[in-house]
């Protein structure tokens, strides 16, 4: 029997790069996301973290390094990476004038959840974003918090073993935030699965990411887990005061940070996904 059960780290990017055009959006990225921890990607606006994630989940190609899910190069082996993976972009990925319910199952027939199990699923995958008395309301009325879980309930019907979330709070208020990030935390303690998460609230990172790695300008400038960066740059300080994660990505990326933060077309995607779940 073929024992289907994915083995070894769950991401491993070695020298990755993507470019648009003239634009290096990943310049030689190397990471490796353990298998069952949460791993943060931070970084401003056009910091690269979409563009390496969109290589990791083959929507984008791998020009140049290596791309690795679960031993799954993701240049060669694409459906074998998207069987174990579930995607929330940034992008709206639920129909507003579908119930809740409707999303959820139109994502298990895509993702080829077996018929007779999937109004089961479904059901699942509702009750763990807390949205099962809501599933039957058209999700156009849904508030933005309630949009990202049903996302969320989207990505988790396949049952993947790598959830990819594309700024999963981004333009929701703090009570809406932590729900979302109780959910996802419920749902890796229940199944052990990874999680690999971009946002640029590094308040966040620093209270849910076991691992980050700070982006900036397409290339990772720290790694490691929150408390670690922050107690090296306490080190190196030298004067007492303990830093948070921010002060530690100000010191990685340098005064480049206050630049500009990213290009318009970055801005304004950011504006729209903060509006459309506002
Ligand atoms: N489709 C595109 N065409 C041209 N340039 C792009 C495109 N998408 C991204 N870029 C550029 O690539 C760089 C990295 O963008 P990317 O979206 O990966 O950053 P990000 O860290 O995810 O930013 P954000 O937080 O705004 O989502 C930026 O300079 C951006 O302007």
Redesign the pocket.
């Given at each position: 029997m073929r024992d289907d059960t994915p083995t070894g780290d769950a991401v491993t990017c070695t020298g990755l790069r993507y470019s648009?055009?003239g634009?290096k959006?990943v310049d030689g990225v190397d990471l490796t996301v353990c298998a069952g921890e949460v791993f943060g990607l931070l970084?401003p606006?056009?910091?690269?973290?979409?563009?390496a994630i969109r290589c990791v989940t083959t929507l984008l190609p791998v020009p140049s390094g290596m791309v690795r899910v679960f031993g799954y190069d993701a240049a060669t082996q694409k459906m074998a990476v998207r069987r174990l993976l579930g995607y929330v972009p940034?992008q709206l990925s639920a129909d507003a004038s579908l119930t809740g319910r409707e999303n959820v199952s139109l994502f298990a027939r895509v993702f080829d959840v077996p018929r007779r199990e999937r109004a089961g699923r479904v059901g699942q995958a509702l009750e763990a974003v807390g949205l099962a008395d809501a599933a039957d309301r058209m999700a156009g009325t849904y508030s933005g918090g309630m949009v990202r879980r049903l996302e969320l309930a989207q990505a988790l019907v396949s049952a993947p073993r790598l959830l990819m979330l594309d700024?999963p709070t981004i333009g929701l208020d703090p009570i809406a935030r932590t729900s979302v990030w109780e959910h996802i935390m419920a749902v890796r303690a229940a199944t052990g699965m990874t999680v690999l998460v971009?946002t640029?609230y590094m308040d966040e990172a620093e209270q849910y990411c076991d691992r980050v790695a700070l982006?900036h300008k397409g290339q990772v400038r720290a790694l490691g887990t929150p408390e670690r960066l922050i107690a090296d740059l306490r080190e190196r300080r030298g004067d007492g005061a303990v830093p948070t994660l921010e002060d530690v990505f100000r010191d990685v990326a340098g005064s480049g940070l206050d630049e500009g933060g990213?290009?318009f077309?970055?801005v304004r995607?950011?504006r729209n996904t903060a509006s459309r779940v506002g």
């Open positions: 648009f055009g634009t959006a970084g606006n056009g910091a690269g973290k979409t563009t940034q700024e971009t640029h982006m990213g290009e077309r970055d995607r950011t």
